[in-house]
């Protein structure tokens, strides 16, 4: 009830109102220090709006053949499979220049 | 460009309260940023993002700002301070108000921040990512006029030329000395990424040239990746000499360029001290830190243990595993942002989410090396490093490794210095 309460407000507010944040939104923000601008002109890719299956295959593999060259093979341990599944469905629904 | 006054500020808590969610009230909420660096420009960008109908200032003690990560390329005179600093004009072009002021007092109880000017800026909830102070006082002989003899260094702007030049003006042959603290201290690899790109400099217009870092502990950060690639590239040019040996500095006297070690003497033709350091001060005197040196905060939604509605993080509050640096700054004020956002809708914050960090050295401008953490909110509310994950640059790599580190180095910082600044 008080939840509804609140989206009416959002609706009343007309709102560019964001709704509310997800586990893979935080998440992104780490991800967003390197990758977050979409400019891609750099040595690290841009990866905003790229197809969620061609990210997850990304994912994955980094997590199954490590590698010494970058530094994903080490954070992408932490993940479960399913939260690597959101961070790539929230990765490709951003906007950016990958798309 | 000015919050809201103190009446319209309790006129709008009084509302909130009866809403209980002040998003809601006719009153817009108002988030008040102290600090202008990494922690405190994420926050107010991220947060005027998600939460447009949000009044976010962000207070600034300068209308320019210095980054400290790569001020060591200033220092070997690879890139200018220009190439480093930047002005809020983007900020306050995306919707923050920037006011210029230093912050006296952050008075949680009456939800004001004080500026040193006498004006008082109202708010709901504050963000306080001040840095750090270097502790003058922790090492006798050394304060704010030795530190123009013997330069810290340890905020970029003045001192990183002062160092510069004086590095430039080093007889042949002469001795490069470094004090460096125990932890916990801003950027923990920073110290040998320093070492490391002086020897850079010092190779090519002084190759006799001899650096001694006097450490306050015995072993530090990355600290075989630094040795390998110190023994490659500088061969017998960087001296490491642990607490165990050093016994810990005494004092130091800036007239005759010494640093007083328990069993050693070290005199330097340059002498670049970097002393202990504490949260900036405005948090000290808020008391922020209670009785101690850092801000204890709520791991998960870096509110403060002593001042409820004052956010801190960054290099000021101790931030469960994550090291004092940049990128950690970064992201911890972009996450508060959201914890603030859903506070003010009267939401749950997201607490399940991931936290990274990264930390590139340069130890040439074409030899880069990293240590990487991640970070979970555990059980008990404390933000741990994740087991089996991170980690650091492998041992023996190629050339082509750490040139690729080097140019992601350079990707990041330019990468997260345009989504700040530009
Ligand atoms: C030599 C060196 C190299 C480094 N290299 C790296 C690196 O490669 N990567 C990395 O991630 N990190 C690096 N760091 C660490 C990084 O600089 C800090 O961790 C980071 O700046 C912390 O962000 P912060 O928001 O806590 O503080 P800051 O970025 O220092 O921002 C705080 C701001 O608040 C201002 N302020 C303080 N008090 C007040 C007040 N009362 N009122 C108004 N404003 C105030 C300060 O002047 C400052 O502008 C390096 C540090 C050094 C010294």
């Known amino acids: 009830m008080f939840k509804n309460l609140i989206l009416l407000g959002f609706l009343f507010m007309g709102a560019a109102a964001a709704a509310q944040s997800t586990t893979a939104e935080v998440t992104y923000l780490s991800c967003a220090v390197c990758h977050g601008d979409g400019q891609g002109d750099d040595a690290i890719p841009a990866i905003q709006g790229r197809p969620h299956d061609m990210l997850l295959a990304s994912l994955s593999s980094f997590a199954a053949e490590g590698g010494t060259a970058t530094i994903m093979h080490r954070f992408i341990t932490a993940l479960t499979p399913a939260e690597m599944d959101d961070l790539a469905r929230h990765i490709s629904g951003l906007e950016g220049v990958a798309q | ?422």
């Open chain 2, 1 to 422: 460009m000015t919050g809201p006054t103190r009446r319209q500020t309790l006129a709008m808590a009084g509302s909130a309260g009866l809403l209980a969610a002040p998003a809601l009230s006719a009153g817009r909420a108002h988030v008040v940023v102290v600090g202008g660096g990494f922690g405190g420009t994420a926050a107010a960008r991220t947060l005027k993002e998600i939460a447009p109908d949000t009044d976010v200032t962000l207070v600034v003690d300068a209308d320019r700002f210095s980054t400290c990560p790569f001020s060591n390329l200033v220092l070997a005179d690879e890139i200018p301070l220009s190439r480093i600093t930047f002005g809020f004009d983007a900020v306050a072009a995306a919707g923050v108000s920037v006011r210029v002021g230093v912050a006296a007092e952050i008075d949680a109880a009456r939800k004001v921040v004080v500026l040193q000017d006498g004006n008082e800026i109202g708010f709901d909830r504050a963000i306080v990512s001040p840095g750090i102070d270097l502790n003058f006082g922790a090492i006798p002989g050394y304060d704010a006029g030795a530190a123009q003899r013997m330069p810290h260094a340890w905020k970029a702007g003045v001192q990183t030329e002062l160092l510069r030049d004086q590095i430039g003006a080093m007889p042949p042959g002469g001795t490069f000395v470094m004090s460096v603290p125990n932890n916990p201290y801003r950027c923990p690899p920073g110290p040998y990424e320093r070492a490391s790109l002086v020897a850079h400099r010092l190779s090519r217009i002084n190759p006799t040239a001899k650096i001694i870092i006097v450490d306050g502990k015995d072993s530090f950060s990355k600290q075989s990746l630094f040795m390998e690639g110190w023994d490659r590239l500088y061969p017998g040019m960087i001296t490491h000499v642990p607490f165990a040996e050093n016994g810990g500095v005494k004092d130091v006297d800036a007239a005759t360029l010494t640093v007083e070690a328990a069993f050693e003497t070290f005199r330097g033709d340059v002498v670049n001290v970097i002393p202990p350091q504490t949260a900036a001060g405005v948090a000290l005197r808020s008391g922020l830190a209670g009785d101690g040196d850092w801000c204890q905060i709520d791991q998960a939604t870096f509110e403060s243990e002593t001042a409820p509605g004052v956010h801190v993080l960054g290099d000021a509050a101790i931030v469960g595993d994550m090291p004092k640096s940049g990128f950690s700054a970064s992201v911890q004020g972009a996450v508060c942002a959201h914890v603030v956002a859903s506070w003010l809708k009267g939401a749950e914050p997201v607490s399940d989410a991931v936290l990274l960090n990264t930390c590139y050295s340069l130890l040439s401008p074409d030899y880069g090396i990293s240590v990487a953490g991640v970070y979970r909110v555990n059980a008990e509310g404390r933000l741990k490093s994740v087991r089996d994950a991170g980690g650091n640059s492998p041992m023996a790599a190629d050339d082509g490794v750490r040139q690729a580190e080097a140019g992601f180095a350079l990707s990041w910082y330019d990468t997260l210095t345009r989504q700040l600044f530009g």
